[in-house]
């Protein structure tokens, strides 16, 4: 394989949104240059801040801010509905189910309104919006409970103290969240710290916890951490988990649900 500079680049990146993580001597025998090549690669991938090098190869990152919620809801979007729709499958009637923030689980509402006696929670401003509108449409029949708290305007969400409190007295049968990236090394993490306070406590008054997460997620490591990667009884990708992660994902009990 013959490439140059930033070609050889585009190619490593490529890797790391199938992979999530590259190894130098994967990539130098792939690229057909010496090990010394990749790491110069890898070196100015990470001062451009689109890689995270580590010991023996690159992880991917994600960026340190968050895009608006209005354009969350279109990026990915054909990946994101896979998601919500393999996601509304888990979902039984009488179940008390929290969905979290995100763009990702917004995509469950619509394939949940058959659902009998279903009782849904949800700090998600979009998520509040679908299901009141399909409420008042008759289209859904279920109980609907906000979670009040300190309001992001920027994202549409709600977080906070007074949040947290309300997740304490709170069970859920199952609990549906998103990620802004997650990997074996550095677990499921966040943008916001608010934010992925009030995604722990879910997981934690959860009895099945679901990642809902796309292909981009896979590999990234943001600056807050929810948990490691075992706290998940669930991922629902629209792309295979990376084949180095199939045993360590088996040890950790953790299921991956290949959306389709």
């Known amino acids: 394989m013959s490439l140059e500079g930033e070609d050889r680049k585009a190619y490593i990146l490529d890797m790391l949104d199938t992979m999530g993580k590259v190894k130098v001597n ?21 001062r451009e801040n689109r890689i995270k ?28 509905r896979k998601i919500g729709k393999s996601a509304a499958r888990l979902v039984c009637d009488g179940e008390l189910i929290v969905i979290d923030v995100g763009t ?21 401003f979009g998520a509040l919006k679908e299901l009141i509108q399909y409420r008042n449409s008759n289209a859904f029949s279920g109980r609907i409970i906000f979670v009040g708290g300190d309001i992001n305007s920027r994202q549409m969400t709600v977080s906070g103290t007074l949040a947290e409190d309300f997740m304490e007295n709170l069970y859920a049968d199952k609990a549906f969240v998103s990620v802004a990236g997650f990997s074996l090394d550095g677990g499921l993490t966040s943008y916001d710290l608010n934010e992925c306070t009030l995604t722990r406590k879910i997981l934690h008054h959860a009895g099945q916890s679901i990642v809902l997460a796309d292909q981009s997620k896979i590999g990234c490591r943001n600056h807050f951490k929810i948990g490691d990667l075992s706290v998940a009884d669930k991922i629902i990708c629209n792309a295979p988990a990376p084949a180095e992660w199939e045993t360590a994902l088996a040890q950790m009990g953790v299921e991956w649900i290949c959306a389709e």
Not at 26 to 46: A, F, N, W
């Open 104 to 124: 990702t689980t917004l995509q469950m509402v619509q394939h949940i309104l058959h659902r009998k006696n279903l009782v849904v929670v949800t700090s998600s």
């Open 26 to 46: 994967l990539l130098s025998e792939k690229l057909q240059v010496t090990p010394e090549t990749i790491r110069r690669y890898l070196e100015e991938l990470e």
């Open 53 to 80: 090098r580590v010991y023996g190869g690159a992880v991917k990152v994600s960026g340190g801010v968050e895009l608006p919620y209005a354009d969350r809801t279109i990026h990915n979007i054909d990946a994101k």
